[in-house]
């Protein structure tokens, strides 16, 4: 049994139940209460104890007194596990805020999706709410956290599962809140169920390091040091945590993994941030610092709002980190946004749109799952500081480019970016930034063409979205231009009347698909979504009775429609690996999907196979082989068991001013040879030109894209040869 009155003892002992302003907070309580009754948690205790704990994780840990957030904890799974009840009753009940933060905490339950999709989905639900209301992010990690330490209850898969899904999205998005303790418990609990004997022995080794001689002796001359010049310093050691150890894309523990293995935090007696520096000058005359390894994150706060000063030093053959802080320093480096939500203040606008701003990031994100818990992982540390031309100092994830500054100051300039002048020096929007770099954004008045290895170059969230957001326009684009001259091709072939889609019949079809407007429908069917043969169906009341007897039939003809394709973008064009046709060629038939078309020869062999293709699913290719292209494109190519010798005779004999950048010999793992080189093509006739007379059976297209963009993997093309 849940012993609620002594629960509610316990909690008026943090939140007076006597004033009016938390009695939404006790009338939650009782009403979650009565709903939960009988429904029992996998370790047998009432389920009302999961809600409750999740509450008292917020005031006693956390030292939340905000009645609203407290009653939404207490009713976060109302919702979701009492059918009878909805959010309508709650907004009725405990008014709007609460019913805000219950939907943003409150699963998606589609049942045509996998579990997976549904996962993701949830998750995108739960950072887009948070942009608006952070409480629903801070009552969801203290969720998980209750879940973790009851995890042993529940079967093994669903143990990994759960731990798993914490190290990817839970601990590393309260890590970038600075919500210390929280992070380290989760990464310690979520790390201990997923690799039982390895997290075993780096916690030993942990206490090990903490209480080693070094470390013992390192403490003791610091607060010895400090006992003559500023009494009442607090030295406090603090080794890595088992987050520390984890490698997120190996998905391993690894004893290597820390810069190093303990912190120490010097907590100065007094608010006076001269002292801090004061403490610094202390700290380096007592252990030399590491060349360039200061940073001073009081005159430059990091994003997050932490600030404190660290210098690391290497001491018997190990490197340590020192941090020095002031009182208020040290609370908000433990508990984050929630000391100043402690403090019943609002965040500052600043902070807020900061914070607002990354979880509309990764909420909007729509790529695959795996991108948006990586854009979570990214956001987790800033290791690179660069400069704007004022002189404003802004931190960005290792390994950032121009094009992640550029977003970083508005959508706009990364919207528009063509480049920047980093140090006076002109560079790419791919230009990786180096700490201290002073970065000015150049524009266009072009939008930026973007495409995939973008989005991966980049490593902000907001840049990785915003990428994949145009990423996404230009394929909805392309997708519906194709779905209309599919449509089109079927209607004549059926023999309906040209203007068949300005009737009434459309507006009613499109309501039964649930579509908003013939955009969407082309969209659809260029996607391979729907198919266009339903259409047609749906378009036959069109036709009166009379007419309708004259109409030719209906049913499918396996004739198949043609796209016409005049450019070439990677973002939206494929080749195919398992038949390697080149653009240009005779006999190429596309496949279409959300994420662009996929050329294959016509006779592939794994086409309708492993592809589960219908025959009227494909759509022959036509070249607009007198148009050229608006960019040139470089190809890169590999040729397979082919030397330099037997190739280059063919080569000579193309005809016209193409290009061939480079060309390279190199042996397969298997020490057969291999023929890698770059050609640079102006249309499709070129293209065919080029490719028809290379060796078809051994080719293959490894990388295609504007000259500039293309990926140097085995060649640097900054020299040309022109045949």
Partial sequence: MFDLENYHSRIARYLDDSKEENKV????????????????????????????????????????????????ALLHDVVEDVPSITLEDIESRFGETVAELVDGCTKLTRHHLDRAALKDLTHSKIFLSASRRLGV???????????????????????????????????????????FPLKRELYHLALSFLY??????????????????EVVEIEETLKRTFSDKIPSVVIRPRPKGLGSYYDPRKRSLDPLNPENYIDFAIILPTENILDCYLALGIVNSTYPPIPRSMRDFIANPKSNGYRSL????????????????????????????????????????????????????????????????????????????????????FYLPRNSVVLDFAYKIH?????????????ND???PTRRLQDGDTVEILTSPDPLDVDPDLEELCKTPKARTAINRHLQQKRSHYAEEIGRQILEQEIERHGLASDVLLGESTRLMLEILNLKDLSELFIRIGQDLIDPHLILYYLESVSSNTEREKQPSLEPILERNTISICELDKAIHKFARCCNPYP??????????????TFHHRDCQDLLVRHDLRPQQLVDVQWCAQKAWRYPLVFQIQVLHETMSSLLPILSRIKGEIQVQKIEH????????????????????????????LPAQHLSIEYYGREGGLRKRHLQHNESTVF
């Fill in 310 to 393: 660290h210098v690391r030093v290497h001491v018997k053959g190990q490197n340590y980190l020192i941090k020095i802080r002031t009182p208020e320093m040290d609370q908000w480096a433990a508990f984050g946004v929630l000391a100043e939500w402690d403090a019943q203040e609002a965040l500052s606008d600043e902070h807020w749109h900061e914070v607002s701003e990354l979880l509309r990031s990764i909420g909007e994100y729509g790529g695959a799952a795996t991108q948006r818990k990586a854009l979570i992982r990214l956001s987790e540390t800033e290791d690179t500081f660069v400069y704007s031309p004022n002189g404003d100092i």
């Fill in 25 to 72: 907070f006790f009338n939650a309580l009782r009403f979650a209460h009565d709903l939960h009754k009988g429904q029992i948690r996998k370790s047998g205790a009432p389920y009302i104890s999961h809600p409750c704990a999740v509450a008292e994780i917020l005031i006693r840990e956390l030292g939340f007194k905000d009645p609203i957030l407290l009653a939404a």
């Fill in 196 to 213: 039982p004997r390895k997290s075993k022995k780096i916690l030993n080794r942990i206490r090990e390091i903490r209480s080693s001689p």
């Fill in 426 to 428: 002109w560079a790419p």
């Fill in 666 to 693: 190199i042996l397969d793992k298997h020490d057969q040879p291999v023929i890698l080189m770059n050609v640079k093509l102006r249309d499709f006739k070129e293209a065919h030109d080029f490719f028809m007379n």
């Fill in 137 to 179: 992010l801070i009552i969801k990690l203290a969720d998980r956290l209750h879940n973790l330490r009851t995890l042993h209850f529940l079967p093994l898969a669903k143990r990994q599962r759960i731990a798993q899904e914490t190290v990817e999205v839970y601990a590393p998005i309260a890590a970038r809140l600075n919500l």
């Fill in 411 to 423: 959508s706009e300039l990364g919207d528009f970016c063509e480049g920047a002048l980093i140090n």
């Fill in 584 to 597: 240009g060629q005779e006999d190429i038939v596309a496949t279409l999907s959300e994420r662009g078309i």
